[in-house]
């Protein structure tokens, strides 16, 4: 069984930066992608950015050149670090884990609220 762990949501004020990290822990599996979904009250979940182990990254239009992606392989971590950030990026994040085989996990979700 696989466990998400996220942390570093936050308020925080337009224009300002957060960094999500997500730990994936478990036994006997490995990881293919990582990512970030976000879901704002009212709204569908979407994706943020998504990182295969070999490190293609996806990114959603909205965060692309203020969102950044990166993982550490060897910790099964990922991080979100967001910046320039408005309040169309208030949301619940959620860490995506899909393994190689099986299906995929998701985090318990972490509120991220841009307001001044």
């Known amino acids: 069984q696989v466990q998400l762990v996220e942390s570093g949501g936050g308020l925080v004020q337009p224009g300002g930066s957060l960094r999500l990290s997500c730990l994936a822990s478990?036994?006997?599996?490995?990881?293919?992608?990582m990512g970030w979904y976000r879901q704002a009250p009212g709204k569908q979940r979407e994706l943020v950015a998504s990182m295969y182990r070999g490190g293609s990254t996806n990114y959603a239009d909205s965060v692309k050149g203020r969102f950044t992606i990166s993982r550490d392989n060897a910790k099964n971590t990922v991080y979100l670090q967001m910046n320039s950030l408005k309040p169309e990026d208030t949301a619940v994040y959620y860490c995506?884990?899909?393994?190689?085989?099986?299906?995929?996990?998701w985090g318990q979700g972490t509120q991220v609220t841009v307001s001044s």
């Open positions: 995506n884990v899909v393994p190689y085989k099986g299906s995929a996990y």
């Open positions: 478990g036994s006997h599996f490995n990881i293919d992608v």
